[in-house]
């Protein structure tokens, strides 16, 4: 059965993602997605691959300096991302994603950054000899280093933080069960209510963003103005960030060299202003965190002493040995 282009929005748009790739992306990619899932065999893998090749394009041409093939380099980025778009989306219309896809994936966007940085300053520091350059592709390099793991570090204490929440609800939820019901019944009543633990319980994730609501309440409505466009609220994020250097400074860079520093370091400073925002809502969440953590431990210890004590059993006499006899 073919693909139709509702089946590649449905399976494969994300919920929110950035405003770069939902309006200038998606709709050019979405369709691409469809002709090459009907029509090839081509694997997300190969995607990437051809991703990195348009980037490596991208990067030799904006070693030139030269105004024409600055244009073309910023062109050829673009189609690198809408290609780097459609490898995910293919997988998981198809249902070929792989763990090693996404660190192939991974990788090879971060050499296309890094090639492409140190040939558009570089190719520009050659041709002004301005050091700027050289200062404005270390700043490029650690910009998406910093994004990218701190991306990464981020995701993965949440998931440990929301996971351990899960399981103290459910400890919570247990003992509760335990003090209100019979003992007869309570090995019964704990295994069928262990599945419902999570859905009865307020989710991990709303909770751990009381601290910052309270504090921002205006948030949730433009969150939730910008997830109806699946927008998401970050709006200068690592993609839009690389947009910036690669595709729109090199555009500018027609009217002066000079554009692409400004260009680079607006987007830059951006950047460095949502990152702040969100380690600002990671901070907080610790702390909503850890003041949820002591109440359910809290539960805890009060559920535990109001159950009976577990009946000690009786030590077995120890019988002596039966030797044999010769």
Request: aromatic share 10%; hydrophobic share 50%.
């Amino acid at each position: 059965m073919a693909f139709t282009l509702e089946d590649v929005r449905s399976r494969t748009y994300k919920a929110r993602d950035a405003w770069w790739t939902v309006l200038l992306v998606d709709p050019l990619a979405s369709r691409l997605v469809k002709f090459t899932a009907n029509r090839t065999g081509v694997t997300p893998n190969q995607l990437t691959t051809g991703a990195l090749f348009l980037g490596l394009g991208a990067a030799a041409c904006f070693a030139t300096a030269e105004t024409t093939w600055l244009l073309v380099g910023a062109l050829l980025y673009h189609f690198s991302f809408v290609l780097d778009c459609m490898d995910g989306k293919v997988a998981r219309l198809k249902g070929t994603g792989s763990v090693f896809g996404a660190w192939l994936d991974y990788i090879f966007d971060r050499v296309r950054v890094l090639a492409c940085a140190i040939a558009l300053m570089g190719g520009q520091y050659a041709a002004t000899g301005n050091v700027a350059f050289v200062w404005t592709a270390l700043a490029v390099v650690f910009l998406d280093m910093l994004r990218y793991l701190d991306a990464l570090e981020i995701y993965k204490v949440r998931s440990q933080m929301r996971s351990r929440l899960v399981k103290t609800q459910q400890r919570v939820a247990e003992l509760e069960l335990a003090t209100r019901t019979v003992p007869d019944e309570v090995d019964s009543m704990l295994e069928s209510a262990t599945g419902k633990v999570v859905e009865e319980s307020v989710q991990p994730h709303v909770l751990m963003q009381q601290g910052f609501n309270q504090r921002f309440p205006w948030y949730a409505r433009v969150r939730n103005g910008l997830m109806r466009g699946r927008i998401r609220p970050h709006l200068i994020s690592g993609i839009e960030f690389q947009m910036a250097v690669f595709i729109v400074a090199p555009l500018l860079a027609v009217l002066t060299s000079h554009a692409i520093i400004w260009t680079t370091a607006l987007a830059g400073a951006g950047l460095l202003f949502f990152e702040l925002v969100i380690i600002y809502k990671f901070y907080l969440s610790s702390r909503d965190f850890a003041r949820i953590s002591t109440e359910l431990e809290a539960k805890i210890t009060e559920y535990e002493a109001l159950l009976p004590p577990e009946p000690e059993q009786a030590e077995q006499p120890i019988r002596p040995a039966v030797g044999h006899t010769a």
